[in-house]
């Protein structure tokens, strides 16, 4: 298998690097990926086509392994590096191969193109490219569920899961669709993480990424109720309630930085942070010396 990491383009102009960083910000995503450990034999390569690339090349000879092995791997390598280098990294991934050959790289750069249509900063894999031909992922659902999560709305979260598993989605794909759904709130969360920075990378591994976890639920119900429990734990870990309200604003400054340029509601950023609007918005404004009932980019301090 081959995986194309590519540096988006606005990690030159959203983050604290610009574009003549880019053999610094390279060396650096070699390092992490090369730290990783992986139950796969891997070999790091730059790409000459593309600077702002590097290929990662995956094999083993147990084919059922290897697609195991490296969605926990990269998984793994999009975490740490969105999180530590804080920056927008999309990762396009080729299917299993026989031989390591021109079509393997063909798939994985078509899989990346697809952030093309789907947004930048996430995890593509072939395999879901022609099942989404074939199957219409809940885009809505997901998107809300996102939200849902960030406003640790719990009962909204049971119900849009509930919704995302029903069957006018599933209709006759239901093991594709799951597999596929199950990938792209893995990938959210995981994003949502990193934006609080949270450090959950063994959670993840523990509770979404091991062997055939989908496979262990008798029924759709047993599932909705694994997914919602297991966002639970993960939030639980992140611990952001405990933390002191100044360490609460610094993660919300944080927050509203790499969501530029975004307008954010202060009843969200409220709740996002385990506070009550007024609380916050004293707290905000005697930190920032801003007004009004949306906080506007970008943020002056």
């Given at each position: 298998m081959?995986?194309?990491l590519?540096i988006?383009?606005?990690?030159?102009y959203?983050?604290t690097?610009?574009?003549q960083?880019?053999?610094?910000?390279?060396f650096?995503?070699?390092?992490?990926?090369?730290?990783?450990?992986?139950?796969?034999?891997?070999e790091i390569?730059?790409?000459?086509?593309?600077?702002?690339?590097?290929?990662?090349?995956?094999y083993h000879k147990?084919p059922?392994?290897?697609?195991h092995?490296?969605?926990?791997?990269?998984m793994d390598?999009?975490?740490?590096?969105?999180?530590?280098?804080?920056?927008?990294?999309?990762?396009?991934?080729s299917?299993?191969?026989?031989?390591?050959?021109?079509?393997?790289?063909?798939q994985?750069?078509?899989?990346?193109?697809?952030?093309?249509?789907?947004?930048?900063?996430?995890?593509y894999?072939?395999?879901?490219?022609?099942n989404?031909?074939?199957?219409?992922l809940?885009?809505?659902?997901l998107?809300?569920?996102?939200?849902?999560?960030?406003?640790?709305?719990?009962?909204s979260?049971?119900?849009?899961?509930?919704?995302?598993?029903?069957?006018?989605?599933?209709?006759?794909h239901?093991?594709?669709?799951?597999?596929m759904?199950?990938?792209?709130?893995?990938?959210l969360?995981?994003?949502?993480?990193?934006?609080?920075?949270m450090?959950?990378v063994?959670?993840?591994?523990?509770?979404?990424?091991t062997?055939?976890?989908?496979?262990?639920?008798?029924?759709?119900d047993?599932l909705?109720?694994?997914l919602?429990?297991t966002?639970?734990?993960i939030?639980?870990?992140?611990?952001?309630?405990?933390?002191?309200y100044?360490?609460r604003?610094?993660?919300?400054?944080?927050?509203l930085?790499?969501?530029?340029?975004?307008?954010?509601?202060?009843?969200?950023?409220?709740?996002?942070?385990?506070?009550?609007?007024?609380?916050f918005?004293?707290?905000?404004k005697k930190r920032n010396?801003?007004?009004g009932?949306?906080?506007?980019?970008?943020?002056?301090?």
């Amino acid at each position: 298998m081959l995986a194309i990491l590519n540096i988006d383009g606005k990690s030159y102009y959203q983050s604290t690097f610009s574009y003549q960083d880019i053999d610094v910000l390279k060396f650096s995503v070699v390092n992490i990926c090369d730290d990783i450990a992986c139950d796969c034999k891997k070999e790091i390569i730059h790409n000459l086509k593309d600077r702002n690339q590097t290929l990662i090349l995956c094999y083993h000879k147990s084919p059922h392994t290897l697609k195991h092995a490296v969605d926990k791997f990269l998984m793994d390598v999009y975490s740490k590096i969105t999180k530590l280098l804080s920056i927008s990294l999309t990762i396009g991934i080729s299917a299993v191969g026989d031989t390591v050959n021109s079509s393997l790289y063909e798939q994985a750069r078509e899989t990346l193109n697809t952030r093309l249509l789907y947004g930048e900063n996430k995890i593509y894999k072939y395999e879901n490219q022609s099942n989404k031909a074939k199957i219409a992922l809940p885009l809505n659902d997901l998107n809300l569920l996102q939200k849902s999560i960030e406003r640790y709305d719990l009962s909204s979260i049971k119900v849009v899961l509930q919704d995302i598993f029903s069957r006018r989605y599933m209709k006759d794909h239901t093991s594709t669709y799951i597999r596929m759904v199950w990938f792209e709130i893995t990938n959210l969360l995981i994003k949502i993480c990193n934006d609080l920075s949270m450090d959950t990378v063994s959670l993840f591994n523990q509770l979404l990424l091991t062997e055939d976890v989908v496979n262990q639920f008798e029924n759709i119900d047993e599932l909705v109720a694994y997914l919602y429990s297991t966002i639970l734990k993960i939030f639980d870990y992140g611990t952001i309630k405990d933390l002191d309200y100044k360490s609460r604003m610094t993660l919300c400054i944080q927050y509203l930085e790499q969501h530029y340029p975004e307008q954010i509601a202060v009843n969200d950023l409220a709740a996002r942070f385990h506070m009550t609007s007024s609380y916050f918005s004293t707290l905000f404004k005697k930190r920032n010396g801003q007004n009004g009932s949306k906080i506007s980019y970008p943020v002056t301090y």
